[in-house]
């Protein structure tokens, strides 16, 4: 009976572990959107056109939110604004297939990474590279 209790408790452990690793690997990358059941608002970290900063001050209060019901993406232009009358921006996105990658407004965005506390796109256009790195806000 002790061996038999042993026996169970090991393999219950081992698919315990195991289901871990599954659940991970089973999230849908636009789980990561979400937090406690509300979207999850991003803010830019680094952005990035061939190596150059791009982030200004400006951008730097701008948070980013992306609906997956809708399919919208939303730039919204906080307190310090670039220009005057300044209005946030609403663009569309897609997943690609095999979900490694974003079309944003017509582009593609390859998905460097996508988890909980960062979300780092890379775009290549015409020569020229863009690098975002998203955090929550």
Request: aromatic share 16%.
């Amino acid at each position: 009976m002790k061996n038999a209790l042993r026996l169970f408790a090991f393999f219950s452990a081992i698919i315990l572990s195991s289901c871990s690793l599954f659940e991970e690997e089973d999230l849908i990358s636009s789980d990561y959107f979400k937090a406690n059941g509300k979207l999850k608002v991003w803010k830019l970290k680094t952005y990035d056109l061939n190596g150059e900063s791009l982030l200004t001050e400006c951008i730097n209060d701008d948070t980013f939110t992306f609906n997956q019901e809708t399919g919208e993406y939303i730039w919204a232009k906080n307190k310090i604004k670039c220009f005057e009358g300044e209005k946030d921006d609403y663009f569309t996105y897609a997943w690609s297939e095999d979900k490694k990658a974003l079309l944003i407004n017509g582009n593609n965005f390859q998905i460097i990474e996508l988890n909980h506390s960062n979300f780092i796109l890379k775009m290549e256009n015409s020569g020229h590279i863009f690098d975002l790195w998203f955090v929550p806000a």
